[in-house]
């Protein structure tokens, strides 16, 4: 069975969705069988591979219900050995009541461990905001990978992701490990860069990750081109990056363990 990691960070525009499409890339062309999985009813992953919305229509939690294959809802990308798979909003809990969970949430557990066994990885684009879909992803995940941008909140929504990890450790997935944290549209000679760096490397020293993602021109104009960053710019310093984050992770894997209270 692939592993599951869910790319999560409450809050928006910190690069989740950049950060599932390359890491999934990446992943795909080391030679291992990559599934992406968006769980943001905005699409931005599919827009991403060029896909449009006609080909990602399907009502998977139907087929699953009707044992339908669900490898008819799995498509093909013009990334070798990379699939795509796009679930639609799924219901979701005030997060006060974070200690409850609708049933789609856990279908969805089941869903994608039924699939994650065709792949070696399995990555997971989670939308911000939506506690529901956070925590389907989380119940799902072998492991979750949070990234953070500079700016305002920065840390408390890392503080905050946190505490809804340990939340769902404690309730429904407590083999769920931190693979780590890292930065985002990061400029080494960018005060808000540093300061963020340092706030986390002091609250957190053995989550956070060695390589950070350099703020690119690069970045923006891929997704607009719908097409993904590795494939639009390989040789841009933040598709190195990313490829280099995608080598830490496999190197860090025996870290994956980590469960400690934050």
Same mark, same amino acid.
């Given at each position: 069975m692939g592993k599951i990691l869910a790319i999560a960070n409450r809050r928006g525009r910190v690069g989740k969705t950049t950060t599932s499409i390359n890491l999934a890339v990446a992943f795909a062309n080391s030679g291992r069988k990559t599934l992406l999985v968006d769980l943001d009813s905005a699409g931005y992953c599919a827009k991403g591979l060029g896909l449009n919305k006609r080909e990602i229509t399907n009502d998977i939690f139907r087929d699953f219900q009707n044992k339908i294959p669900l490898k008819r809802s799995v498509l093909k990308t013009n990334i070798s050995r990379l699939e795509f798979l796009y679930i639609k909003k799924l219901p979701?809990? /005030?997060?006060?009541?974070?200690?409850e969970i609708s049933p789609n949430e856990l279908i969805l557990k089941s869903i994608l461990h039924n699939i994650s066994a065709h792949h070696d990885h399995v990555v997971i684009d989670c939308p911000p905001h939506l506690t529901g879909s956070i925590n389907a992803a989380l119940i799902a995940a072998d492991s979750v990978l949070i990234p953070a941008a500079p700016g305002k909140f920065s840390s408390a929504a890392v503080r905050k992701i946190l505490t809804q990890?340990? /939340?769902?450790?404690?309730?429904?997935?407590?083999e769920l490990k931190i693979a780590g944290i890292f930065l985002t549209n990061y400029e080494y000679n960018n005060g808000d860069s540093f300061n963020l760096k340092k706030e986390l490397f002091r609250d957190y020293p053995k989550l956070i990750l060695n390589t950070s993602i350099p703020k690119s021109t690069a970045v923006p104009k891929a997704f607009d081109s719908n097409i993904p960053l590795l494939v639009f710019a390989p040789d841009d310093r933040a598709s190195k990056a990313y490829i280099k984050l995608a080598d830490e992770l496999f190197e860090r894997k025996n870290l994956f363990v980590l469960k400690r209270k934050v």
């Amino acid at each position: 069975m692939g592993k599951i990691l869910a790319i999560a960070n409450r809050r928006g525009r910190v690069g989740k969705t950049t950060t599932s499409i390359n890491l999934a890339v990446a992943f795909a062309n080391s030679g291992r069988k990559t599934l992406l999985v968006d769980l943001d009813s905005a699409g931005y992953c599919a827009k991403g591979l060029g896909l449009n919305k006609r080909e990602i229509t399907n009502d998977i939690f139907r087929d699953f219900q009707n044992k339908i294959p669900l490898k008819r809802s799995v498509l093909k990308t013009n990334i070798s050995r990379l699939e795509f798979l796009y679930i639609k909003k799924l219901p979701y809990l /005030d997060e006060l009541r974070i200690g409850e969970i609708s049933p789609n949430e856990l279908i969805l557990k089941s869903i994608l461990h039924n699939i994650s066994a065709h792949h070696d990885h399995v990555v997971i684009d989670c939308p911000p905001h939506l506690t529901g879909s956070i925590n389907a992803a989380l119940i799902a995940a072998d492991s979750v990978l949070i990234p953070a941008a500079p700016g305002k909140f920065s840390s408390a929504a890392v503080r905050k992701i946190l505490t809804q990890i340990n /939340d769902v450790r404690d309730n429904y997935n407590p083999e769920l490990k931190i693979a780590g944290i890292f930065l985002t549209n990061y400029e080494y000679n960018n005060g808000d860069s540093f300061n963020l760096k340092k706030e986390l490397f002091r609250d957190y020293p053995k989550l956070i990750l060695n390589t950070s993602i350099p703020k690119s021109t690069a970045v923006p104009k891929a997704f607009d081109s719908n097409i993904p960053l590795l494939v639009f710019a390989p040789d841009d310093r933040a598709s190195k990056a990313y490829i280099k984050l995608a080598d830490e992770l496999f190197e860090r894997k025996n870290l994956f363990v980590l469960k400690r209270k934050v």
